[in-house]
């Protein structure tokens, strides 16, 4: 088994003054401003389909987005949450993706927020990470705002494989068969 991946397209959103469109990539931009929340959700019904027993083993949550000025997060500070059902976890910033910029029309607007082995400090099941929620909201003095054309969310799930017992120089052989290194030779 091997660690997969699964992303989302598209879901619905909710919030005052906002509109379902910042869940789908097609060049809708919705401004977020100081002090509005907004909880995105239903990302399943895209694409989210995890197999039942996987472990969840990270989650990115992923931006196209612009701001106002170039360094809206150290204004706004960590503004990004997750919740499982049961629990928000803490706000993050984003930590990767492109150079935050306020330009969209030059294609380098993508942020992420968590990573392949990021749990946001929460436990997930297939079922919990297919109903997930993304939580936007920040205080600012500068009247800060957000530009977004989409959130998407990706879930990564499996295991890494493990080998054990396998013993350093000792050969074990069966008849032609031998055992070394833990390579089969014949």
């Known amino acids: 088994m091997a660690i997969n991946t699964v992303t989302s397209l598209a879901g619905t959103a909710a919030g005052a003054g906002i509109n379902n469109n910042i869940l789908a990539d097609n060049g809708t931009i919705v401004r977020i401003r100081d002090g509005q929340s907004f909880t995105l959700s239903d990302y399943d019904t895209i694409d989210l389909s995890i197999p039942s027993g996987e472990p969840i083993v990270g989650i990115e ?28 976890s803490s706000a993050k910033v984003t930590t990767a993706g492109n150079a935050w910029d306020n330009n969209f029309s030059d294609g380098t607007d993508i942020r992420i927020a ?48 493990t080998y054990n017992n396998i013993i350093d120089e000792q050969v074990v052989s069966v008849g032609t068969i031998s055992i070394k290194k833990g390579l089969l030779e014949f």
């Open 61 to 88: 949550v992923i931006f196209d987005v612009s701001e106002n000025n170039t360094n809206e997060e150290a204004i706004t500070g960590p503004w990004i949450k997750v919740n499982n059902g049961s629990s928000d």
């Open 114 to 161: 968590g990573g392949p082995t990021d749990l946001w400090g929460l436990s997930w099941t297939p079922s919990t990470a297919e109903g997930i929620s993304v939580l936007l909201s920040w205080t600012s003095t500068d009247g800060s705002a957000y530009y977004m054309n989409y959130v998407k969310v990706k879930v990564y799930y499996g295991t890494v494989p």
